[in-house]
């Protein structure tokens, strides 16, 4: 198993442009989950996704916006990156069968706005 | 409201001393709490978790962690530090409500010294 997969690793845009994060999960997993982390500041909740079709607001949703059209991904949408969404990303997901299971979580993905 | 507090952005430690990473936590519901470990350019993994039962839990490379209600606690300690636990280290909580969302703390980093 992959596990949690994230594309791209790393991605510089300039203030302005769009792009889209995408998480891929093998594990068969109902819930997903995108964070920020920033120093200091831990990982803030930006989306999560309870399961297919499915999506809700987390702690910081401002300037994203997410779709989870197969219950194996989970996207993650700039429309108009600014520097303040420089930051590093992670996607996770979490089984829903036993609820006080952790977190699988991705490698993340290191994002500069210019 | 959840919240959770590690005291300590920085911690240093010697090899082989002990080590102790303190969190905090606040949750109106019995909590389910985690210790996730992040090691450079890495996702989070998981150390540790509490969900009920026995307060004091064993998690993985040596390390443990003692759930203290009257005292809102849940620090990380390790007997001797190695090395390889320079990392940082997140306290979580979750409450299993609305997807169950996770609250990550701000994070502790450990340096160990020859």
């Known amino acids: 198993n992959a596990g949690v997969t994230q594309t791209p690793k790393f991605r510089v845009l300039k203030t302005g442009q769009s792009m889209t994060l995408l998480c891929a999960q093998d594990m068969n997993h109902e819930y997903m989950y995108w964070y920020r982390q920033d120093p200091g500041m831990g990982l803030r909740l930006i989306h999560y996704s309870v399961g297919e079709g499915t999506t809700a607001k987390g702690e910081v949703p401002d300037g994203y916006n997410v779709s989870r059209l197969k219950k194996q991904n989970f996207l993650l949408g700039l429309e108009s990156a600014a520097p303040s969404q420089t930051s590093v990303y992670f996607c996770?997901?979490?089984?829903?069968?036993?609820?006080?299971?952790?977190?699988?979580f991705g490698p993340g993905t290191r994002l500069t706005v210019l | 409201a959840q919240s959770v507090t590690q005291l300590g952005s920085h911690v240093s430690v010697s090899e082989g001393a002990l080590v102790l990473l303190r969190c905090n936590y606040s949750?109106?519901?019995?909590?389910?709490l985690f210790w996730y470990v992040q090691y450079p350019n890495q996702g989070l993994q998981l150390l540790l978790k509490y969900t009920t039962g026995a307060t004091l839990v064993k998690g993985i490379n040596g390390f443990e962690a003692e759930f203290k209600k009257s005292e809102t606690s849940f620090h990380l300690t390790k007997p001797s530090a190695h090395m390889s636990d320079a990392a940082e280290y997140f306290c979580a909580v979750s409450d299993g409500t609305g997807g169950f969302k996770t609250i990550f703390g701000a994070g502790t980093r450990l340096f160990v010294k020859a």
């Open positions: 949750s109106s519901v019995p909590p389910y």
């Open positions: 996770a997901s979490k089984p829903r069968e036993t609820f006080y299971n952790e977190q699988f």
